[in-house]
């Protein structure tokens, strides 16, 4: 983080009318909000082990005679335990890379290599068993069943699994209380609030302890208190559990709490 200069810091304690303490908590303010590193776009990590590479992928749809340029050339790799924000106008690409990442989707070309296995040429039950034991997804389409309660919708991923019920049952205990829900663990989801909802969807995404979490969007149509929230958790589980995040959203006080930003514009890396 650049340095401010003693000369500066003089200026700022003025321009407080001499109050030092309120001076610094405001440069120390400035510092994290505006100067903050993880402002800048960058397509590589800091040293450490790659969890996630995309190497050159594009992704073209076809609409009749008409094809669609989603995605251009894009290359970045991601490291273990990193908690990455990728922002970037609408359209312009964000949820197709998550998708292509997550392996729900495959690039037109290019290569995507997750924990060192290429998964362009895996086949679809190595892809599946892959997304169940690596990646925890948090997308719009995939939120709470609404017939289920809180508890049976947080087990659902566990159910494809080999692990016993009990052993689920307790997880989903520990996640709840995790994320503040438990006293809502018989409830069904249109009995809980925005944020609410949100906070189970992160909880289910992590049943099956992924290194992977993957997330569209997730503090979508809350209010600042709420998203914040959200990003606390996130960070607390990278914290707690090294498990590398990575956030799609068009909110720019959630992208600088991020390691780092990857910014996407017309399908291209900035
Ligand atoms: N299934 C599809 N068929 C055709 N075009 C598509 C398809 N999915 C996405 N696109 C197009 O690809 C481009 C990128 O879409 P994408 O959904 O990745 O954008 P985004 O950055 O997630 O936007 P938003 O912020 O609005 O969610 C857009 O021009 C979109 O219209
Ligand atoms: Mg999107």
């Known amino acids: 983080m650049p340095q401010v200069s003693s000369e500066r810091i003089k200026d700022f304690v003025t321009l407080f009318g001499g109050d030092i303490t309120a001076a610094h908590a405001a440069l120390d303010q400035y510092q994290k909000e505006t100067l903050a590193p993880s402002l800048v776009s960058h397509a590589s ?74 998964t362009t040429n895996l086949s679809d039950n190595a892809l599946s068993e892959l997304r169940q034991k690596a990646i925890g997804f948090i997308f719009q389409s995939f939120y709470l069943q609404p017939f289920l309660r809180l508890d049976d919708n947080l087990a659902v991923p566990a159910m494809f699994t ?31 609030s925005g944020g609410q909802i949100q906070r189970a969807a992160i909880a289910r995404a992590l049943i099956n302890n992924p290194r992977i979490i993957l997330a569209d969007e997730p503090t979508g149509n809350l209010d600042s208190t709420n998203s914040q929230s959200i990003i606390d958790l996130f960070r607390a589980i990278r914290d707690t559990l090294g498990t590398t995040i990575i956030v799609v959203t068009h909110d720019a006080a959630i992208a600088r709490q991020a390691d780092r930003v990857i910014e996407l514009r017309d399908g291209a890396v900035v």
């Open 45 to 118: 990590p800091p040293p450490g082990e790659t969890i996630i590479s995309v190497q050159n992928i594009s992704k073209k749809y076809k609409l009749g005679k008409q094809t669609v340029t989603a995605l251009h050339d894009v290359t970045f790799s991601i490291g273990k335990g990193e908690f990455v924000a990728i922002t970037g106008a609408s359209g312009s690409g964000k949820s197709t890379l998550l998708q292509i990442v997550g392996c729900l989707d495959k690039p037109t070309t290019g290569k995507v290599i997750v924990e060192s296995k290429e």
């Open 162 to 192: 080999t692990e016993k019920k009990k052993v689920t049952d307790a997880k989903v205990e520990q996640l709840l209380q995790r994320v503040g829900l438990l006293e809502r663990a018989r409830h069904f989801p249109n009995e809980l």
